[in-house]
């Protein structure tokens, strides 16, 4: 009787809990099922959750949608309540005290998430983000006005699959080692999408990878193709010897852009607009990492030549080449060297930025084709997905006399990347200017699908913004790159190596192999002022406010000494706060019994296991 009694208690008080609003919750009434058995069964919980009643319990269990059963108990000689959850639904019976379990309510619905993600745009490029030149980027022009613009979005790391490996994950570079292109995201690593699918997601995806090892791949996403790139013609300078062959600069291509046999960017978009329209299983993520911008500097014909020369001089002025106080590697002696750009004239420069506009705009016009599927997909689809478009790092795009992007370069061109957001129900045409960071997308779709997941990292959620708020305006964001360890710095440069001595990536490979060729580095920047420090290299200090562009170092002169130093220590403060994760399991620390067979791991690979082959780095990145 005393076992009901405090049952009927419980009850009374989950009714009462139910009944009343929650502001983290989106159903304030989830209905639980309570069982009439207690499932007293730790050993097999996936989340433990402490200091939290049967009431509470049950909000979390309704809003994990990964959780198919929950038990509230008290630690015996405790007054401690624990919450266990439980991917199954199970029952075993318990005889103790103050113990409940149940089912979850009906779940909330939960908005699709559509995530455009083209490779090597920066933000100052597009007419939103005040790129003078006129009609580079209408349509996401017109995608501003139904959502929000984030003025100061940056990423965790300028290259490819690093940058791309810190936003799936949430976690800088530093913690898990993704410091190149070819060490990626493991089966054992938790990342977003990982979560979004085990939370019922289905993840669609075409294009790049860049991201996940192939196991983790697999686990992570449901379905995919690898649709990317488009052709650029062949190469300006055809003589390998001549000057302005290892610039980049195409031809442009004499096929058509909406040709999706020989655009595959193009297909990528229209066969997510045919899934769109074939009823897609929801709630999903459609994730579209695209070429974009990525160089060699070639757009298909219909765009190739949409901006003249004439045109982007009159607009735009470049960032001068051989500035001082600048990294080695961007001065003559540095990339213009190894690539022989020293000798081209400031037009070559203007060409390569126009086209460079060029190919954000085919990229833009490629959006604006998914839009308008998106909007006239069935059954209200559009009203109940989230639209998201970002990338994963910028391009020199001849400012500094520099083509492409480097690993331990934190110029603003390559940190400073677009970001729109869309959310159903949310702000129409507003403008954020607090920092960001790309990780912040996938942790606000983790938000918004109402995944409760304990697991450490450093995104944070853009919801505030997206409903017509401001973030954290004194907010610090950060970057990091380059190299240190022979490892390192040869898994790098060495594939580069491998496209000599007539292969574009060639002097890249030179330039990388160099003794502290592009030594590592990391950044730290707010709306007034950034820090790059590189312990073996040249740091530098921008004030942002009196100069914008980023020419003049100021990390020597005197008068910037305090700034410097402050910026240093809060450097500091982040590496030792970010610097390490402490794993998510537990080990027994008792010796296992003898004796104790080894399990076969899928992502245990033995030590003397072959580097995978050299990446053809035109075809990976869509040059076809």
């Known amino acids: 009787m005393a076992w009901a009694s405090s049952l009927r208690s419980l009850l009374l008080l989950l009714a009462v809990a139910w009944a009343a609003a929650d502001e983290h919750t989106t159903d304030p009434n989830p209905q639980c099922t309570v069982l009439t058995t207690c499932r007293h069964d730790p050993d097999n919980k996936y989340k433990e959750l402490h200091d939290m009643d049967a009431d509470e319990c049950c909000r979390w269990c309704t809003q994990d949608y990964k959780c198919r059963s929950y038990t509230a108990y008290t630690v015996e000689g405790t007054h401690e309540m624990v919450c266990n959850l439980f991917s199954d639904s199970q029952q075993h019976s318990f005889n103790g005290s103050n113990c409940i379990s149940g089912t979850p309510g009906a779940r909330p619905k939960r908005p699709n998430f559509i995530f455009v993600f083209p490779d090597t745009l920066r933000a100052e490029s597009f007419n939103g983000y005040g790129n003078p030149v006129q009609n580079v980027t209408p349509n996401l022009d017109r995608f501003a006005k139904t959502g929000v613009r984030f003025d100061q979005a940056h990423v965790m790391h300028t290259q490819c699959s690093p940058s791309r490996c810190t936003m ?56 995919w193709s690898s649709l990317i790139g488009y052709p650029s013609g062949s190469n300006a300078f055809p003589n390998t010897s001549t000057p302005g062959h290892f610039s980049f600069l195409y031809t442009g ?5 909406k040709d999706e046999k020989l655009s595959k960017d193009a297909a990528a978009h229209f066969e997510s607009i045919k899934w769109l329209h074939n009823s897609p299983p929801e709630p999903f993520v459609l994730f579209v990492p695209t070429r974009g911008a990525h160089p060699p500097y ?52 203007y060409k390569i930025q126009a086209v460079y506009l060029s190919m954000i705009s085919y990229t833009d016009w490629l959006f604006g084709q998914l839009l308008d599927g998106l ?47 869309r959310i159903p129900g949310g702000a129409q045409g507003h403008v954020s200017k607090a920092p960001v960071q790309t990780a912040d997308v996938l942790e606000t779709m983790l938000e918004l699908a109402m995944i ?20 954290e305006m004194d907010r610090f964001v950060y970057s990091e790159g380059g190299f240190y360890f022979a490892n390192e710095q ?45 312990p073996t290299g040249v740091s530098e200090l921008y004030d942002l406010q009196s100069d914008p562009r980023e020419i003049t170092n100021q990390y020597n002169n005197p008068a910037y ?49 072959e580097q995978p082959p050299v990446t053809d780095y035109m075809k990976i990145n869509g040059v076809v």
């Open 452 to 471: 409760n997941t304990s697991w450490i990292r450093f995104g944070n959620s853009l919801t505030t913004q997206l409903n017509g708020g401001e973030g």
């Open 561 to 609: 000494a305090g700034l410097r130093d402050e910026l240093r220590t809060k450097l500091l403060d982040w590496l030792l706060l970010t610097s390490d994760i402490t794993p998510s399991t537990y080990d027994p620390r008792g010796p296992p019994s003898y004796p104790h067979p080894v399990p076969s791991d899928p992502w245990n690979r033995p030590l003397d296991e």
């Open 168 to 223: 799936l994950t949430g976690r800088y570079m530093h913690v898990l080692g993704h410091r190149t292109q070819t060490h990626l995201i493991q089966d054992y690593e938790n990342n977003y999408f990982r979560d979004l699918k085990e939370a019922g997601y289905h993840i669609q995806y075409y294009g790049k990878n860049d991201a996940f090892s192939q196991n983790a791949f697999n686990m992570s996403v449901s379905n």
């Open 298 to 349: 070639g757009a298909p014909a219909e765009w190739h030549n949409k901006f003249s020369v004439q045109e982007v001089k009159s607009k735009i002025e470049l960032r001068p080449r051989n500035v001082s106080g600048k990294p080695k590697y961007m001065t003559g002696d540095g990339i213009p060297h190894f690539r022989n750009l020293n000798p081209l004239d400031e037009d070559v420069f």
């Open 375 to 421: 909007e006239s997909a069935p059954n209200g689809l559009n009203d109940r997905t989230a639209v998201f478009f970002s990338s994963d790092h910028g391009d020199f795009g001849g400012d500094y006399g520099l083509v492409e992007k480097w690993p331990g370069s934190m110029s603003d061109v390559l940190t400073r990347v677009p970001l729109y957001g």
């Open 490 to 534: 040869m898994a790098e440069a060495g594939e580069c190596l491998s496209a000599c001595p007539n292969g574009l990536y060639c002097p890249r490979g030179q330039e990388e192999a160099q003794p502290n060729g592009s030594p590592r580095a990391t950044m730290i920047r707010n709306l007034t002022s950034k820090l790059v420090y590189r």
């Open 253 to 257: 291509s004499e096929s058509s852009g």
